[in-house]
């Protein structure tokens, strides 16, 4: 049973994770929970103009026209980089829950706003890391609807070997026997894992549908029904040098490995055709975990790590989510390019 201490602990991180580090959102989540994440919820119908303009109004000192955007989306954080140094400004939406909630109902308009709305913040300086969050579905939308015959150059991420570990990208590019293949995949929405009760497939791009969902954002499956094995692609957008995540997602991957061995083993005959020799069994379903964190080509990408949470090396004797660690750069501006917005 967990401490008081330990609750109070869970209990604030919880609430930061969700709605940031204002004093008084934390406090509200805490205590009002539902009240809080009403509220901003309903601040998240805007359009690209509402936030366009709250963004330039925050950015040149100004009372924004859009109160609710200002205070339930977006927050300036001070960057003092020394004494005698002016400090610096930095605008960006308040959390990763609420930035992501807020991308997904803007990326829901054409590929061609979106890039522009990305030129646009990018004109701001304080604005900069507020136009990153818009790298997300750019990048979802490369993983399924590049098709070039070939395959994605991965780059290695070297372990710390620590429990819970520290992924550092190495610049080595992996093996041959790694691949990620460029074809046009199908996007599927998943409500919950429990959707995956559906057949899993090749070349579909799997979209939990909870801007929360822990540790990853989105999965990919490879199967091989010959050899009675898969490779599930855990796959993490991030804009960030420094990327984390909740421990929560180590089950999450666990149940889904559950599943394609279920899958697989279905696949299997009937015991008594599964003799090939005197005392020699088919083999038993394989599940491979391979992480892949996608970023934007050239930012922050030296010493890019991924802090992986604690619970590393727990509960993995059935179903093991531990995996390889690897990179992928995708360039914005060769799309911006092929978008005709250069």
């Known amino acids: 049973m967990a401490s008081p201490e330990a609750a109070c602990n869970y209990l604030l991180e919880a609430a930061i994770d969700r709605f940031g580090y204002s004093a008084r959102d934390v406090f509200d989540a805490v205590f009002d929970y539902i009240t809080l994440t009403t509220r901003h919820k309903e601040a998240f119908h805007i359009d690209y103009n509402d936030l366009r303009t709250a963004v330039s109004d ?44 807020v991308i997904r109902r803007l990326a829901a308009a054409e590929d061609r706003e979106v890039r522009i709305q990305i030129g646009r913040l990018q004109r701001i300086p304080q604005a900069k890391s507020l136009a990153e969050w818009f790298f997300e579905p750019v990048a979802h939308r490369a993983l399924t609807e590049t098709s070039a015959s070939g395959v994605w150059s991965l780059i290695e991420m070297t372990t710390n070997s620590r429990d819970p570990p520290t992924f550092t990208k190495a610049g080595n590019v992996a093996s041959l026997g790694v691949q990620f293949s460029k074809v046009i995949r199908r996007t599927v929405n998943l409500g919950s ?50 990327h984390g995540g909740s421990a929560n997602g180590y089950q999450n991957i666990r149940a889904i490995v559950k599943i394609l061995k279920d899958k697989l083993a279905g696949d299997l005959p009937a015991r008594k055709a599964q003799k090939v020799a005197a005392e020699q069994d088919i083999a038993t379903p394989r599940v491979q975990v391979r992480y892949l964190l996608v970023v934007p080509e050239g930012h922050s990408s030296q010493n890019l790590q991924w802090h992986f949470p604690n619970g590393w090396s727990k509960s993995c004797n059935k179903d093991d989510h531990r995996g390889s660690v690897y990179c992928l750069e995708i360039s914005i501006s060769v799309i911006l390019q092929l978008s005709g917005l250069h």
């Open 58 to 101: 925050l950015a040149n000192n100004k009372i924004s026209r859009f109160t609710a955007i200002s205070h339930r989306i977006v927050a300036l954080t001070p960057y003092h980089k020394g004494p005698f140094e002016r400090v610096i400004w930095s605008l960006n939406f308040k959390s990763k829950w609420i930035g992501r909630s």
């Open 193 to 242: 894992i429990s959707d995956l009760s559906t057949p899993l497939e090749n070349d579909s791009y799997y979209i939990p549908e909870d801007p929360g969902f822990p540790l990853i954002d989105s999965f990919i499956i490879d199967l091989d029904h010959s050899r009675k094995s898969a490779i599930l692609w855990a796959i993490q957008v991030t804009t960030s040098r420094l």
